[in-house]
């Protein structure tokens, strides 16, 4: 499988806890993105790496987030302390950036649900 | 505050009509825009992009921007019951390619019947 592949597609957490999401992105690219989407809504701009380098940061991004990419290949999110409103599907794409940061190719995402 | 609106729908057309999908932005910087398809429960696709006034056309489908107006919109034309899916509007409103930011619209339910 040549695609964006994210781990683990479901994830059941109690509020309080912390829950770490994986992401890798296909080979060839260098730019790799983390949205959040939630029903009914278009996704989010979390973050996004450029090789090992997180270049940007959504201000809606709260401290109890980070996100890593070591040695510019897969990358973690992490969400600590997890609240009820942090439920929603976690998508991870990746773009080779000979064509624009633009064209993002998606994995099928992690969906958390906050009990 | 950069925004992408679309109608929500849903949108109900007759197969082999045509589908028309709108799309506005806040922004006039703006200089990318996309349309993603997104079936229920997968990931978003790219499915059309634009950069420049005018129409531009792949296949069944044909994006149009009016950067003076501030819109998007994509036409599909004998549209099947397989194009069922959300449209999702999005765009870049950074200058330059160095910063890749999508702000996503919150998507248009486009229902197809045979």
């Known amino acids: 499988d040549t695609g964006v592949s994210q781990d683990p597609r479901h994830k059941i957490t109690k509020r309080g806890q912390n829950v770490t999401f994986r992401c890798d992105p296909i080979?060839?690219?260098?730019?790799l993105y983390w949205y959040r989407q939630t029903l009914g809504q278009g996704p989010e701009f979390l973050t996004y790496?450029?090789?090992?380098?997180?270049?940007?940061k959504s201000r809606l991004l709260s401290d109890r987030f980070s996100a890593e990419r070591p040695k510019g290949s897969f990358s973690t999110l992490e969400i600590q302390r997890t609240e009820q409103g942090d439920s929603a599907m976690y998508l991870c794409?990746?773009?080779?950036?000979?064509?624009?940061?633009?064209?993002?190719?998606f994995g099928s995402g992690t969906q958390l649900s906050v009990l | 505050q950069k925004e992408v609106e679309q109608n929500s729908g849903p949108l109900s057309v007759p197969e082999g009509a045509i589908a028309s999908l709108n799309c506005t932005y806040s922004?006039?910087?703006?200089?990318?825009f996309f349309w993603y398809r997104q079936y229920s429960g997968k990931s978003p696709e790219l499915i059309m992009s634009?950069?420049?006034?005018g129409d531009k056309e792949d296949g069944r489908f044909t994006a149009q921007l009016n950067k003076a107006s501030q819109y998007v919109s994509l036409l599909i034309r004998d549209s099947q019951p397989s194009d069922s899916a959300t449209y999702l509007c999005?765009?870049?409103?950074?200058?330059?390619?160095?910063?890749?930011?999508?702000?996503f619209g919150r998507g248009t339910q486009l229902t197809v019947w045979p």
């Open positions: 634009i950069y420049s006034n």
């Open positions: 999005a765009v870049t409103f950074d200058r330059g390619s160095t910063l890749g930011r999508l702000y």
């Open positions: 922004d006039r910087v703006s200089q990318s």
């Open positions: 080979s060839e690219h260098n730019r």
């Open positions: 794409a990746s773009s080779p950036h000979r064509d624009g940061p633009e064209k993002l190719f």
């Open positions: 790496f450029q090789n090992e380098a997180q270049l940007e």
